[in-house]
């Protein structure tokens, strides 16, 4: 390349950075002029497109637009002095991808200026925005985030809240629930347990395997599969050789399909059946009927809360689809949380921070009071029966069905 | 003389683009620090690839390793080293896998390249999973956007003096002669494997760095989140849109790609693939060459044809 | 006094296939030999073998004394082999004064710097393309690429240059500037084998042939004697040629 | 312990080696890398679903609306994106490079198109998800089903590409582009009809594939790789080595996750792949050179 070349391609660069330049001088500016408002302006990114958008398209998405038509079918939010103010939202992809949604999250506070984000789906993606929702002063109430260092990020970040538990909640639950079923005499004292190789299986089968243990279980079969698998014939002829009563395994929705196939084809239908995230989707039921029954998994509803059955037609009714059985209830809660701490406290967002840290709250999951920063309150163990997905533990808690087992086998 | 002159004028450039944030909200820090990513990203992707004609698909393979040293290392090493490490760990892999490939060519470079991001991945999560028996990892360093950012724009400034450098040094001259004939190229006395190996290393150390610095942003790490394919197909169309085998090439197409990119999720969210997909197909019909090619080629007097657009068009 | 280039029992396997089968020759200090022979007879897969674009089965070539049949081309090539190749082969996207540069800056020598562009210069203007540096090789006619290709191989001033066909597809004209100037690379000492088809430049330039056929040598020894071997005319008639 | 391994590894295998043979074709004889193969597959997961949900249509009977709907779409492709790069392209090198970029591109069109009309969410529907013993080893009959399908069109093509005269057409423009015109033979119609059939086989596989697993619209690229890595080890446009790569791949990750370790079956698969790419990149029936 010549000089002049050179130099004439180095000047057309200078102009490019130039015009980004002028495009991000735009950014330092900002809307203002919060005076006269005409609406409350809520923000958010999930991923709409990319790996993650089969979880966010279930639990997070349809959620959040449930509820802001809730919200502006009814006048829009209820604010102190009783007046009214409808919900505009700004929503954007993060694609899929931490920086993404890191940049998504500044954009919304720094540039859109928005009164309060809604957090993204997924634990990884929740930690990422943490730090600058701290920052810029945004509460950040993430549900799709199971984390057992909640406590830790509640200090870090004290504006976060944690409504989904920790791995270990729902391992210790499920081991306490077992071991009253091997006490009755519906389950031997072995178990077989599989776990997917991603953060959150990794979580709960840390857990589970020391609880487990302690609860005077025996470990026959353990193994630890990698996300892409879609076959599982091997590891269920392996689960069903051993003399084992429990299967469980800690996957993710399309293995938690598949596992449900498949055991049905291989007529492996032991006495106490656990399966991971994906049990508690309507599509679950839709594509293995009555089968479903007595299969346990994370989550859970009371049957009988009127609020839950309400926000289930509601959801059917605009979605298009049921909610699924575990953290939709809680998203849309964390939504009419949100929605109720602004109707005591208006829009300060630390005022609105406070309040949810110490309120208490009319929910479609019921009251609920946060303990620091945490929902401790929830459903850690679920169970098919007659056709719903039900809370079975903590077994003491109101509205708790008992665990049916064994399982009846396949049809 | 120019190439003082334009010196200078980087120098003022690079200046500017550095005091820059003190003037920017949050969100303009934010998309400085993914603009000044992916510059850096392409630039280093057209530094082996440009010349050599080889395309790469391993970008997030080692912005990957970056990541995840930086996510194993960064609470019991000071940083400084922590990224020399992340250094020696991509350096290390990209000689092992560019002995093991460089005689590979065309579309099963390509293939291979693709299939070795996976590989990585599964043997870290394989390797987390059984023997530290976790997966996510948390990064809490007291870093900021704007830390990050200059941070960027450091290695943006080495990268580019990089490709300055080489593009005017024998291996520069190497390099282009083995992209047009390998076999020329060795009987001319081209030690034709170490050149590649040599490019192909600076050019992966360069991307593990890239990840190294920008993770402690993303707080929480885990193979999924790193190794995601995407930033290796989006390094390459932004390179290949600009010119990869122009010094400024990559960060012309870089730049404006990533506003664009911006500009499409913020508004289109729920068409953005589609409106992305489009955007690529039409940048490999109508501008293979990249931007600056067809400009030059726009004022270049009818019926001189640069080199790189004979031999797309012309006889093989 | 040992021979320059030293070909001994060199053979070369391809699958079933036997290219070349036991071949020796040898070419002194300063010497133009022809390697003749119809096509397919083995005479680039020899040469392929001397300037290490393949391996030989078995068999040894040597330069100087030195072993280089087993190492790498660009090894070769810094030991003083250059070649030039049946079928053009310019580097597109460099210009005409970067393609000789980069056997400069890589062959024997290792020129690299401003007295790199004077030397290819030089070299260019040897060829008889002075001041054409700065052009694209896709604006040379063929003969230029030719010529471009001859300073290529002569910058990396070569103890032996390999001349594959370099003088085919040339017209008369064009044809006698060859052969002047392949006789004044003689002149300066330089040995060349040259693998060619044109009967009057093989006259002209060699003093020695050796003929190949079906991977042998059957003919070796003085031009003149070499191409009224009643066993040469026959091959070369057998295989269509006059 | 063996045989059950053999045979789920086998059945697995056919999933592979079905949804392997569509890219074959279509890389083998039309020379572009489709990088969008796992997008139309399920693109087709969806046209079934439709049509099992909506229309109560059997998916067997989807086959005959689904699979010739691929071909047409495809042809169609063929004609609007691939056909203009193949006529600039100066040599197979370049095709190939340029045919991954721009059907990179085509992925996120129909990626896109997909999530625009069905959403992100996991989608399913049940069908013959019933057992068949087979030598004593229970498998469900779908999964056959895709084993079936594969060795059915696999040996039917196999049989028409190596004894018909438009079979030999194909191959020899898969063998020697360029001196395909010399006998008379249209490269360009060649090409696209053998990137329509591919088109038309990843239909198949997409049916198939979705009466026994859950999927959603962003899934497609693990599908690609899938058969990128069965026609590598089978060697590019060699149907008889998509067929037994993707069996054989069945039975590395079944016996992998038998004797060794489940956590190492995508682990090893890559391995083979990388290992076999450096090592022998046409692959175990891939033409040599």
Redesign the interface.
């Known amino acids: 390349?010549s000089?002049?070349?050179?130099?004439r391609?180095?000047?057309?660069?200078?102009s490019?950075?130039g015009a980004?330049?002028l495009?991000?001088?735009a950014?330092?500016e900002?809307a203002t002029a919060q005076d006269d408002r005409t609406s409350v302006r809520i923000g958010y990114a999930v991923?709409?497109?990319?790996?993650n958008?089969?979880g966010?398209?279930?639990t997070t998405?349809p959620n959040y637009r449930l509820w802001v038509e809730d919200v502006n079918a009814a006048g829009g939010l209820l604010l102190p002095d009783g007046s009214r103010l409808p919900i505009e939202v700004i929503?954007?992809?993060d694609?899929?991808?931490?920086?993404?949604a890191?940049?998504?999250v500044?954009?919304l506070?720094?540039?859109d200026e928005v009164d309060f984000i809604l957090p993204p789906w997924g634990?990884?993606f929740n930690?990422?925005i943490?730090?600058?929702m701290a920052r810029?002063g945004y509460p950040q109430i993430a549900v799709t985030a199971v984390t057992d260092r909640a406590p830790e990020f509640v200090e870090?970040w004290p504006s976060s809240f944690w409504l989904l538990g920790g791995g270990a909640d729902y391992s210790t639950a499920l081991a306490a629930v077992m071991a009253e079923a091997r006490d009755a005499g519906a389950i031997n004292n072995q178990v077989a347990m599989?776990s997917v190789?991603?953060?959150f299986g990794?979580d709960l089968v840390?857990a589970a395997r020391p609880a487990l243990a302690e609860a005077g279980f025996e470990l026959v079969y353990d193994?630890?599969?990698?996300?892409?698998?879609?076959?599982f014939?091997?590891?269920l002829?392996?689960a069903r050789a051993t003399t084992a009563d429990s299967f469980v395994a800690f996957s993710y929705?399309?293995h938690t399909?598949?596992l449900m196939?498949?055991s049905?084809?291989?007529?492996y239908s032991p006495p106490l059946f656990y399966l991971g995230v994906?049990a508690g989707?309507p599509?679950f039921q839709?594509?293995?009927a009555e089968n479903v029954e007595g299969v346990m998994s994370l989550g859970g509803i009371d049957p009988n809360n009127p609020q839950n059955a309400a926000y289930r037609e509601r959801h059917q009714e605009v979605i298009g689809?049921p909610a699924d059985y575990w953290a939709s209830v809680i998203t849309y809660s964390s939504l009419q949380m949100l929605q109720q701490a602004i109707e005591r406290v208006g829009l300060d967002r630390e005022a609105v921070t406070q309040e949810l840290a110490t309120g208490t709250f009319e929910t479609a999951a019921g009251t609920i009071t946060l303990e620091n920063n945490q929902l401790r309150d929830l459903w850690w163990v679920g169970q098919w029966q007659g056709g719903t997905f039900v809370g079975v533990a903590p077994t003491d808690r109101e509205g708790a069905s008992a665990p049916q087992l064994p399982k009846p086998g396949w049809n | 003389m120019s190439t003082t002159v334009a010196f200078i004028l980087a120098a003022a450039a690079l200046a500017g683009l550095a005091v820059a944030p003190l003037f920017l909200n949050a969100y303009g820090i934010g998309l400085l620090v993914g603009m000044t990513g992916y510059v850096v990203l392409a630039s280093a992707w057209a530094m082996f690839s440009g010349p050599t004609r080889y395309v790469s698909l391993a970008t997030v393979a080692f912005f990957g390793i970056g990541a995840y040293t930086v996510a194993v290392l960064s609470e019991t090493l000071p940083y400084p080293l922590v990224l020399l490490c992340a250094c020696a760990i991509g350096l290390t892999v990209a000689l092992i896998v560019g002995l093991s490939t460089l005689r590979l060519a065309g579309i099963y470079f390509v293939i291979f390249t693709f299939g070795l991001a996976e590989l990585i991945r599964q043997l870290v999560t394989w390797y987390e999973v059984n023997v530290t028996g976790t997966l996510g990892r948390y990064i809490f360093l007291p870093f900021e956007g704007i830390h990050i950012y200059w941070q960027l724009l450091a290695l943006a400034a080495v990268t580019l003096l990089l490709s300055w450098w080489i593009s005017r040094s024998r291996l520069g001259l190497a390099l282009r002669a083995v992209g047009d004939d390998e076999v020329v190229a060795a009987h001319a006395g081209i030690n034709v494997s170490r050149a590649k190996l040599m490019l192909f290393a600076l050019s992966a150390t360069i991307i593990t760095l890239v990840g190294a610095i920008q993770a402690p942003r993303w707080v929480y790490v885990e193979p999924a989140i790193v190794f995601n394919p995407t930033i290796s197909f989006l390094t390459l169309i932004m390179a290949l849109l600009g010119g990869a085998t122009r010094l400024w090439g990559p960060a012309l197409g870089a730049v404006p790609l990533f506003l664009l990119f911006e500009w499409l999720s913020a508004n289109f969210p729920n068409y953005f693939s589609i409106i992305l997909g489009i955007f690529f197909i039409c940048i490999v019909f109508f501008l293979p060459q990249g931007v600056l090619a067809k400009i030059e080629g726009l004022r270049r007097p009818a019926g001189k044809v640069p080199p790189e657009d004979k031999e797309r068009s012309g006889a093989a | 006094m040992s021979s320059h280039l030293q070909i001994t029992h060199l053979r070369k396997r391809f699958g079933g296939l036997v290219a070349v089968k036991d071949v020796s020759f040898d070419v002194a200090d300063g010497e133009v030999v022809g390697l003749l022979g119809p096509n397919g007879s083995g005479k680039t897969t020899v040469l392929n073998m001397i300037s290490g674009a393949l391996l030989p089965t078995a068999g040894e070539i040597t330069l100087r004394g030195v072993r280089i049949s087993r190492l790498r081309p660009d090894r070769i090539a810094r030991h003083g082999v250059a070649r030039t190749f049946q079928l053009v082969r310019p580097l597109p996207s460099l210009t005409v004064a970067e393609n000789v540069l980069v056997s400069l800056a890589f062959g024997r020598f290792k020129h690299w710097g401003p007295d790199a562009r004077d030397l290819a210069e030089e070299k260019l203007a040897f060829v008889g393309l002075g001041g054409r540096g700065g052009e694209n090789v896709a604006n040379l006619t063929y003969i230029d690429q030719k010529r471009m290709e001859l300073a290529r191989a002569l910058a990396s001033e070569p103890a032996l240059l390999l001349l594959d066909e370099w003088l085919a597809g040339l017209t008369p004209s064009e044809l006698q500037i060859g052969i002047d100037l392949v006789r004044r690379l003689q002149g300066a000492g330089m040995s060349v084998l040259l693998v060619e088809h044109i009967m009057d430049a093989v006259r002209a330039l060699c003093a020695r042939c050796v003929v190949m056929n079906a991977g042998e040598i059957i003919a070796h020894g003085p031009t003149e004697t070499v191409l009224k071997d009643p066993g040469v005319v026959a091959a070369y008639l057998g295989d269509g040629h006059a | 312990m063996l045989i059950d391994t053999l045979i789920t590894g086998l059945v697995a295998g056919g999933t592979y080696a079905l949804v392997a043979m569509g890219l074959t074709i279509q890389f083998g004889i039309s020379r572009i890398m489709n990088l969008a193969h796992g997008d139309t597959i399920i693109a087709a997961c969806f046209a079934s679903f439709i049509l099992f949900s909506v229309f109560g249509l059997s998916p067997i009977l989807a086959l005959m609306i689904v699979v010739p709907a691929g071909y047409v779409l495809s042809d169609a492709i063929y004609r609007l994106i691939m056909r203009p790069l193949v006529a600039r392209a100066p040599n197979a090198g370049a095709l190939e490079v340029d045919s991954i970029l721009v059907t990179f591109g085509l992925l996120f069109v129909i990626q896109g198109v997909l999530l625009v009309a069905f959403g992100g969410n996991y989608t399913g529907y049940t069908f013959l998800n019933t057992p068949v013993d087979l030598f004593g080893t229970i498998v469900a009959a779908n999964r056959l089903l895709a084993l079936f399908l594969a060795l059915v069109f696999g040996i039917t093509l196999i049989f028409v590409l190596s004894r018909t005269r438009w079979g030999m057409t194909l191959r020899a423009v898969s063998i020697a582009p360029e001196n395909a015109p010399l006998v008379g033979i249209d490269i360009n119609r060649a090409a696209r009809t053998a990137f329509a059939l591919g088109g038309a086989l990843a239909a198949t596989a997409g049916v198939v594939v979705s009466m026994y697993q859950t999927f959603t619209a962003t899934i497609g690229v693990i599908f690609t790789m899938k058969a990128l890595i069965v026609v590598i080890l089978g060697g590019k446009g060699s149907l008889t080595g998509a067929l037994i790569g993707g069996l054989l791949l069945g039975l590395v990750e079944t016996f992998v996750a038998a004797y060794i370790d489940p956590g190492l079956t995508l682990a090893a698969t890559y391995t083979i792949f990388l290992l076999l790419l450096i090592l022998r990149p046409t692959g175990f029936f891939g033409q040599a050179g």
Do not use: W
């Open positions: 390349m000089q002049t070349v050179l130099r391609a180095f000047l057309r660069s200078v490019a950075f980004a330049a495009f991000l001088s950014m330092s900002g991923s709409l497109s990319g790996a958008a089969g966010a398209g279930i998405i929503e954007y992809d694609r899929s991808s931490s920086e993404e890191v940049r998504a500044e954009r506070a720094t540039q634990t990884g930690l990422a943490a730090p600058l810029a870090r599989i190789a991603d953060g990794i840390n193994e630890v599969f990698p996300v892409g698998t879609s076959d014939s091997t590891i002829n392996e929705p399309p399909f598949a196939q498949q049905q084809v291989v007529d994906g989707f599509v839709n594509m293995n689809a």
